[in-house]
């Protein structure tokens, strides 16, 4: 287990340094790439604590479903109000920021963003299945959105 959150934990890191480089060869930012850059950052940020946390405190003390639906619950708060944070700003882009958005991307994120929150919510609340594996599927559900949304702001120009 441990070993898996790290190694996921440095793709978070990764992730977040190539976003960086990126958003500093395309300075100056439009309103557009700078959401994508935020999300990305933020994004990782919340990988990074979602990997390590748990790393930390399986040391302290025994992991089982009650520690899982606690860590779950944890990660789904920072996460909604992550994407609190992340999708309020959007309504004031008007109309030219949201034709610059790439809409199959948006939406795909948007749908993983939601079914990782789900996962997240059965972990938490359904104590008799919650476990590592669920935790995990949701933490990879949120890397795959990390991905999608560097692989937009790296191959588009505007």
Not at 97 to 124: D, K
Not at 139 to 146: N, T, Y
Request: charged share 10%; net charge positive; hydrophobic share 60%.
């Amino acid at each position: 287990m441990e070993e898996i959150l790290l190694t996921h934990s440095q793709l978070a890191v990764a992730l977040a340094g190539f976003a960086c480089v990126v958003a500093a060869f395309q300075r100056p930012l439009s309103p557009v790439q700078r959401h994508r850059f935020l999300t990305i950052l933020f994004a990782s940020l919340l990988q990074i604590m979602g990997c390590l946390v748990p790393v930390w405190l399986h040391a302290i003390r025994e992991t089982g479903p009650l520690f899982w639906s606690v860590v779950s619950g944890v990660q789904l708060g920072f996460s909604v109000l992550l994407w609190a944070v992340l999708v309020y700003p959007l309504r004031k882009l008007g109309k030219s920021g949201i034709i610059a958005l790439n809409m199959p991307v948006t939406v795909t994120v948007y749908f993983l963003a939601v079914s990782t929150m789900g996962v997240l919510v059965v972990n938490t609340f359904m104590s008799s299945i919650a476990g590592f594996a669920l935790y995990y599927s949701s933490l990879l559900g949120s890397l795959a959105l990390i991905f999608l949304v560097f692989a937009d702001v790296a191959t588009r120009s505007d």
